[in-house]
């Protein structure tokens, strides 16, 4: 049986410290105190923020980078060591990149990548150009589409997944702030029934594992909160940037159900359901995760 530490006790000021051990341990009480998220010595993060009233039953809000060993947490640590930063350098040389039948790039509209700062903190939203609740994915293609004049990419291929890196940058250190209007509460409301529904043959909820089990062994892994303040994420299992809707997908196949495509319905409101469980944790993407 797997032990669960709480962490509410492990941030607790009269509580005994708790800390992600070496790789192949688990959270433990009087450990060392986990150590802040400082990026290239400078950018300090909100790794630790309140829970959301009214959103979930967690008691904290724990950003992914807490439940990873200290080897995987320094890479993050330096921009030099992080390797999500090679495919963040790609996507500038795109976004300077003319293409399609109106021989525009990214910057011919909007400058320098710099003009993206606060989009990913605020996304999924309701887009006032499609007329519907949206991604950044959805954004970056309808751009595209309907400025460039052309193709849209893969909504998890590896071009998308780069510029939502690149985009992502710009917010880090940012307090993810994921409104929830009229515009998008039936989203929101059907982003958290499928978040608390048990699917597959083992009978598994996102919740199971990181509402009710977070800080728990699962084989050699830790598990996390599931927060998703820090995609994309360059994953080494996979030696690639992950998208969050590849994540999605990954879970739900985990628990050996039949999963959603990217960029469906069921995703997007899923994506709006779970980032509002993240409201006051930084932006932190590119992350790196196991």
């Known amino acids: ?11 607790g000021a009269a509580a005994a410290a708790a800390a992600i051990a070496a790789a192949g341990t688990a959270l433990a009480e009087n450990d ?9 010595g400078e950018e300090k993060m909100i790794v630790v923020a309140e829970p959301q009233p009214g959103v979930s039953e967690l008691e904290m809000e ?13 890479l993050q640590m330096d921009d030099f060591e992080n390797p999500g930063m090679i495919f963040v350098e790609q996507a500038e040389e795109m976004w300077n990149t003319a293409e399609g ?5 990214c910057a011919s509209c909007h400058g320098d990548p710099s003009s993206m700062k606060g989009v990913r903190a605020t996304y999924p939203k309701m887009s006032k150009s499609l007329g519907k609740l949206a ?3 959805m954004e970056v293609n309808n751009c595209r589409t309907e400025r460039m004049g052309a193709e849209p990419w893969k909504y998890t291929g590896g071009k998308m997944v780069a510029m939502n890196a690149l985009i992502t940058l710009q917010s880090r250190g940012m307090p993810v702030d994921v409104k929830v209007d009229d515009a998008v509460r039936a989203n929101w409301e059907h982003g958290k029934e499928l978040y608390y529904a048990r699917t597959g043959q083992l009978e598994l909820s996102c919740a199971n594992c990181h509402e009710q089990h977070y800080g728990e062994r699962i084989r050699a892994d830790m598990l996390s909160q599931g927060q998703i303040n820090g995609f994309p994420a360059y994953r080494l299992k996979n030696g690639k940037l992950n998208g969050i809707h590849a994540r999605f997908k990954g879970c739900v196949r ?7 495509k990217p960029g469906s319905q069921e995703f997007i409101d899923l994506e709006l359901y779970v980032a509002t469980r993240g409201n006051g ?3 932190t993407g590119p992350s790196v995760r196991n």
Request: aromatic share 10%; hydrophobic share 35%.
């Open 281 to 283: 944790l930084s932006v």
């Open 62 to 74: 724990y950003d992914g980078w807490l439940f990873r060993s200290p080897e995987t947490q320094a």
């Open 135 to 137: 991604t950044i994915e």
């Open 1 to 11: 049986m797997m032990k669960r530490v709480t962490l509410r006790g492990a941030f």
């Open 101 to 105: 039948s109106e021989g525009k790039s």
């Open 254 to 260: 985990d628990t050996r159900a039949e999963t959603y």
């Open 32 to 40: 060392p105190p986990i150590k802040d998220l400082i990026i290239n």
